[in-house]
């Protein structure tokens, strides 16, 4: 299948959700065309292939457009699926895992977004929250090395790429990972090693100057 | 398996999300008991089997719980799927349903909210979005008898609930869906004809009771 197929990533350097899609394919092993969008001036493909949300990450396969980074996440396990799945075959540990995906989902990037966009009080309560999530995140992990057991599984790809913005948030908001949620870094170091994970995260500085550049964009501080 | 299976539902009657799960169990024909949850005073089960959220619908299911109804639907199509699958095997489409499926989950609850929460300006607004929002979900349909096409899918299961809230937007909102979307109305009434949906959803007026109450609980008008 792999010498007929065409894929297409319409992606953005230093977001997650483009992340998540990058690490998928290459834990899959796919070759695929990178294409890096324009925020402020999105290409008429991109626009044309999303028109609902307009937004990356975007898969293109064989012309056919995936969007939403959890569903094409999904969708590449599916289709290649006999190369490390991110799924184990039992309903309850898929419903499980989807569960925690869609937890991440529903809070990991404003409650980050929140860190580095708030200051004085509304900042504490934005690090409180924050906290919270990533340590409920940690209980999960518990003791296993991956989200998924002893496999690197679909919430591992859904939440190592919020891993290297960890440096960002720590920088703006004035604290550690490393004391608050020693366990969740470890995991993230641990899946560092795999070489699917370091080609496809960004440098955690190169996300921080990002962040800098988007706090002038706001006019923040 | 069925002989064997306790299957427990935490829910409350006019809730769109619990209604999904009630329509994909009687899809399989599965036996339950509902137990109806006082939103204001949480059962101490519920708190136990939805920690995170502490949000009615839970699925229970010898024991364990599966919490967020789109995945609760999911696992129920996994768990019983010799009957009435709600998503076809190609990964294509199964990626296009959870795609719908996302949409109606990000957008379809709060749209329908503002358009009764709201007054003056700021309900046609709601109003706007709200009809935007359903004119996709209708181009989405097309001509086809449910969004799964021939078969009566996981975007008809997560989508038809919405289905009998809409007399109580309507008449917060003086506005008429048959004149707007008069493809989504038929679609609605067709999956009515089926046992699943007419024995779950709740009577429109009962609905419209419902929003009626809560507008005075929350001071509105």
């Known amino acids: 299948m792999a010498g007929v197929d065409k894929v297409v990533l319409l992606d953005f350097k230093v977001s997650m959700f ?13 070759q695929y065309e990178y294409r890096e969008e324009d925020l402020r001036n999105k290409s008429p493909l991109l626009l044309e292939m999303n028109p609902i949300h307009k937004k990356i990450p975007v898969l293109i396969h064989n012309g056919k457009p995936v969007c939403e980074s959890a569903i ?15 799924l184990p075959s039992d309903p309850y540990q898929r419903a499980q895992a989807r569960f925690w995906v869609d937890l991440i989902d529903k809070k990991a990037y404003d409650a980050g977004r929140r860190v580095w966009t708030k200051k004085g009080e509304e900042q504490e309560k934005a ?10 995140l940690e209980g999960e992990l518990g003791d296993k090395p991956y989200f998924g057991g002893e496999k690197f599984g679909l919430v591992d790809v859904a939440l190592i790429p919020f891993y290297c913005w960890f440096y960002a948030y720590e920088t703006c908001g004035n604290f550690k ?20 994970v370091a080609k496809s995260l960004v440098d955690p500085k190169e996300v921080y100057e990002f962040v800098l550049h988007m706090k002038k964009v706001f006019g923040i501080e």
Not at 18 to 30: D, F, H, N, T
Not at 77 to 85: L, S
Not at 178 to 196: I, P, Q
């Open 18 to 30: 483009g992340m998540r899609c990058r690490v998928a394919l290459a834990e899959k092993g796919i």
């Open 72 to 86: 094409i996440v999904q969708y590449i396990d599916e289709v290649w699926h006999d190369k490390n799945p991110f």
């Open 127 to 136: 690090k409180k929250e924050f906290l919270e999530l990533y340590k409920t």
């Open 177 to 196: 990972m490393e004391a608050e949620c020693s366990k969740l870094v470890a995991w993230g170091k641990r899946c560092m090693e795999r070489e699917s």
